[in-house]
């Protein structure tokens, strides 16, 4: 008789969510869902409001990474505008979001998933967290705190508040960067470094032997992958324009718009989760699976353009001898993202014209209908506006990472569930093995549910075993 | 010119005669909370915020609509007067769609000033969060009807003030809003001066500057004060 094992809800991300695992008649996993269970509706109530007010509702998304709805807010209302922002808005833009995407890493890595690294897969689910990690490596654990502290205290300085803060408006930002927090940044940044150095030794160091096995089957699948690129290729996280590649390293479509993302973004929906299911028009879903995030933008990029961090990307690229697939170096991929974005906060904070007090163009409303683009830590983040004559919002569309990584966080866990469950029985329970793993597969894409749903909760282990039948065998919870 | 003498807390205070209670408490550096209340408008005592108890009297009474009188006893805080503003307060976040996070107004603001003030922590009564709308057509201000507390201020100020008379009270009950014109887009009135004192008068982020985003709106209200003084004594110094 087959069965169905549900986990909800899951611990350590963001949001809420649940997962089924569906068994055959032979106890063996036959399919298995990641199902996202919030709902909030805000592209329905931002109608009426005007386009000025949306980087400040759209920041209430999410408490992780505001700054990058706040930015791609921004972008779309300078299109709206019309306007090209000054350079100087544009580098504090850059700024923030490269502070955001330090910060939102180093939770990632060093808050929610190290523990599993470090403690153990198979330790005390009680322990294995952050404050395990604490009792376990205190200097560790104080230095990743510290780097995400460093992140939050630079969006702080540019924007007056840690988290959202209303300092991106249409047409630049409010505010310039005074001389006294750049050098706070400056003094900042070498222990910053040396945390990331730090955590990059010590994760490489695994991946060649603690973690060797759960590079094949931690979400190790052909897909595409999408980012930002710069015009010549490089890495990017702020402008510049589309690209897809695939498993083989070819170049699937480039130079794209975001302006054009309803050509070849499609969003599918299934009955049994609140979370779109972005693919690749042309491929047809689902086989227009593709991936975004920080595994996605070292893949599509050619190179970073930072001394060390390319050096890291060569490495990473060495290790899966071409490009890298696993999803489980998502970890590895994030390391690298912060040593390249304190390499471009350095860059910044040695160009002159960071401190200009230039930083916002004015203008009415020039365009009636807006797409913004940026690459918040989890992907790339889509806002698409339609006003009035007036600015008054007609409709929203918002695309977010984390429900362009839903395909890929299905197909890894229906990956990790056929690795670990075999052969299960009537009465028997959910191996440990699994329930320790599965989470963590998901955790490798640092999902933001309350992003990806524009929805809020909180996510502690909850997994059911559901028969062929379709009655529940058994479940488990875990606060 | 007659003068009165009353008591304002205990303490006493002389003042002309046909001055309000208000005054009278302006006069003896008594602050009492008020909405609708702008110096140098008329007063209409529609917020009922500024209410308080006079001796003999068994009611409470608009401080500024109120006359003073020779004698009067007046106390403007008590348990009772702090029951009453708090209630009115939320009554008004109920009535409307206050969100201060992403408000122009915030920290700017007169209904956040007095909610703190007379420490409303919440409200006992549920929100009706009514479909209201926002008019945008003006080429440099903007109305968002959802934070408009109907004090009448914008009405006052663009008749009394700058003359143009572009808005007025239209409706009533819950239908009760703002109009400019002959309810027409606020773009579309002519006699609008684009003088930007209704923005200055509005104690909420009701009415702003269309480039504001959150908690930019910064109203000078005095300027509408100096203004009206300015003409009576033909002295443009402030």
Redesign the interface.
């Known amino acids: 008789m087959s069965r169905t094992v549900v986990i909800d809800p899951i611990t350590r991300i963001e949001g809420h969510a649940k997962i089924s695992v569906y068994l055959d008649d032979t106890g063996d996993v036959s399919d298995a869902r990641f199902h996202v269970v919030e709902y909030r509706g805000f592209e329905k109530f931002c109608e009426?409001?005007?386009f000025?007010?949306m980087?400040?509702?759209t920041a209430?998304i999410c408490g992780i990474c505001p700054v990058s709805h706040l930015l791609a807010a921004a972008k779309t209302g300078d299109k709206i505008l019309a306007v090209k922002i000054p350079p100087t808005a544009e580098k504090l833009r850059r700024l923030m979001n490269l502070a955001q995407l330090t910060q939102s890493h180093a939770l990632s890595f060093f808050h929610l998933s190290s523990p599993d690294f470090l403690l153990g897969w198979d330790s005390d689910p009680a322990k294995r967290n952050v404050f395990g990690l604490i009792d376990a490596n205190p200097d560790l654990a104080r230095a990743g705190i510290r780097l995400r502290q460093f992140g939050q205290t630079v969006i702080e300085k540019l924007g007056a508040r840690k988290i959202?803060a209303?300092w991106t408006?249409?047409?630049g930002v409010?505010t310039p960067l005074s001389e006294e927090s750049r050098q706070w940044i400056l003094d900042r940044l070498p222990e910053s470094f040396d945390t990331v150095n730090l955590a990059l030794d010590l994760f490489k160091g695994m991946l060649d032997g603690a973690l060797k096995s759960e590079i094949n089957v931690f979400g190790e699948f052909p897909s595409l992958f999408m980012g930002l690129v710069g015009a010549d290729g490089k890495w990017e996280h702020y402008d510049g324009h589309l690209r897809f590649t695939d498993s083989d390293g070819n170049i699937v479509a480039d130079n794209l718009s975001e302006d054009d993302y309803a050509n070849f973004l499609g969003e599918a929906v299934e009955p049994w989760s609140y979370l779109k299911f972005p693919y690749y028009t042309p491929l047809g879903y689902p086989d227009g699976i593709y991936r975004v995030g920080p595994l996605a933008r070292l893949n599509v990029c050619d190179s970073i353009g930072m001394d060390a961090a390319d050096r890291e990307l060569q490495n990473l690229r060495d290790l899966a001898q071409g490009v890298p697939t696993s999803s489980f170096l998502y970890h590895y991929a994030r390391l690298i993202e912060i040593l390249t974005c304190l390499e471009h906060i350095q860059a910044l904070m040695d160009d002159p014209e960071i401190t200009s007090s230039r930083v916002r163009s004015?203008a009415?409303v020039n365009s009636l209908n807006a797409v913004g683009v940026s690459e918040a830590p989890r992907g790339t983040l889509f806002h698409h506006y339609k006003v009035d004559d007036?600015?008054?919002i007609e409709s929203v569309n918002l695309i977010i990472a984390t429900g362009q990584n839903n395909l890929a966080m299905n197909k890894t866990v229906t990956q990790i569930a056929k690795e670990y469950i075999h052969g299960i029985g009537d009465g028997q329970d959910i191996p440990e093995g699994f329930l320790n793993r599965v989470e963590a597969g998901i955790r490798c894409y640092d999902p933001c549910l309350s992003c990806s749903t524009h929805a809020a909760g909180q996510m502690p282990l909850h997994i059911q075993l559901i028969g062929a039948d379709g009655n529940l065998l058994t479940e488990r919870y875990r606060d | 010119m007659s003068v009165v003498t009353l008591k304002i807390d205990g303490v006493d205070v002389a003042i002309a005669a046909g001055s309000s209670v208000m005054q009278a408490a302006q006069e003896a550096s008594v602050e009492i909370p008020r909405l609708c209340y702008l110096e140098g408008l008329s007063t209409v005592g529609s917020c009922r915020l500024c209410v308080v108890e006079i001796a003999g009297i068994n009611k409470l009474l608009p401080a500024c609509t109120t006359e003073v009188r020779e004698g009067m006893d007046v106390t403007t805080q008590s348990p009772k007067l702090q029951d009453y503003r708090r209630m009115v307060l939320e009554l008004l976040f109920g009535e409307g769609n206050h969100v201060c996070a992403i408000c122009v107004a915030n920290g700017n603001c007169e209904l956040q000033d007095m909610a703190i003030a007379v420490g409303m922590d919440h409200s006992r009564f549920p929100y009706r969060f009514p479909d209201r709308k926002a008019d945008l057509s003006h080429t440099q201000f903007g109305i968002d009807h959802n934070r408009c507390i109907l004090c009448t201020r914008c009405v006052r100020v663009c008749d009394e003030i700058e003359g143009a008379h572009v808005w007025d009270v239209s409706q009533r009950g819950e239908f009760c809003h703002i109009t400019s014109g002959l309810d027409q887009p606020w773009g579309d009135v002519d006699a609008c001066t684009a003088c930007g004192k209704c923005v200055d008068a509005c104690p909420t982020g009701a009415i702003f500057r269309k480039n504001d985003t959150t908690g930019e709106k910064v109203g000078d209200r005095e300027k509408l004060e100096f203004l009206v003084k300015a003409r009576e004594n033909r002295e443009w110094v402030r």
């Open positions: 009426g409001r005007p000025t007010e980087a400040g509702i209430r959202h209303a408006v249409p047409g409010r004015q009415g007036n600015g008054l």
